[in-house]
């Protein structure tokens, strides 16, 4: 059978909503393996909301070619570059604590069904009757997961998360100047 290059672990957490206990704790409990050989954490905090408009993404912009080639593959283009990833996920443990990049992948829709009182599998029996939805996020994380798993070097592009940075610098400087010299430095 087939094996990745790259070990793959799947889990699945307990407590996001009061801290992101279950993901923090074992960030921290494994936070030495995470840093020397953690490659990329990849989420999913909404893989169903309803009318999925398409699915999208947030994270490292280290990834987001090969995430661009795949939700473009999903969703039949579209797709232009991903976004922060912000605080509120399961995610901010691996990249605020043990540094390494993360994906978010997840169905962006216009009529989010996430948190209600319905949340259980029969939900899907009123909003995805077919499982479109859910099987386009699932084949985008598949493919992920193949993608940074089995090349010999990961498909990253350091040129793109350069890029960003520096945008990001270009931004933040004038902000940074100014306050740096309203502060007496």
């Not at 232009?80 to 994906?103: H, I, T």
């Not at 479109?132 to 798993?149: D, E």
């Not at 990961?154 to 740096?180: C, F, H, M, T």
Request: overall charge negative; proline content about 3%.
């Amino acid at each position: 059978g087939w094996r990745p290059r790259r070990t793959i672990k799947l889990a699945s957490w307990d407590a996001e909503e009061w801290g992101l206990i279950g993901s923090l704790e074992w960030v921290e409990e494994n936070r030495a393996l995470l840093e020397h050989r953690g490659v990329v954490y990849i989420n999913t905090d909404i893989a169903e909301g309803g009318k999925c408009l398409k699915v999208g993404g947030t994270g490292s912009p280290l990834y987001e070619n090969i995430t661009g080639t795949v939700l473009n593959s999903v969703n039949g283009g579209g797709f232009e570059r991903l976004d922060l990833s912000g605080s509120g996920s399961d995610m901010y443990g691996f990249y605020c604590y043990a540094g390494v990049s993360v994906l978010n992948v997840n169905c962006e829709s216009y009529d989010d069904v996430y948190h209600t009182v319905y949340d259980e599998r029969t939900l899907f029996d009123v909003v995805d009757k077919d499982y479109k939805n859910l099987a386009k996020v699932a084949s985008s994380l598949a493919q992920l997961v193949v993608g940074v798993s089995e090349p010999a070097l990961v498909p990253g592009r350091v040129e793109e998360y350069d890029n960003r940075i520096q945008e990001w610098w270009d931004v933040l400087k004038p902000k940074s100047s100014a306050g740096l010299h309203s502060s007496g430095y």
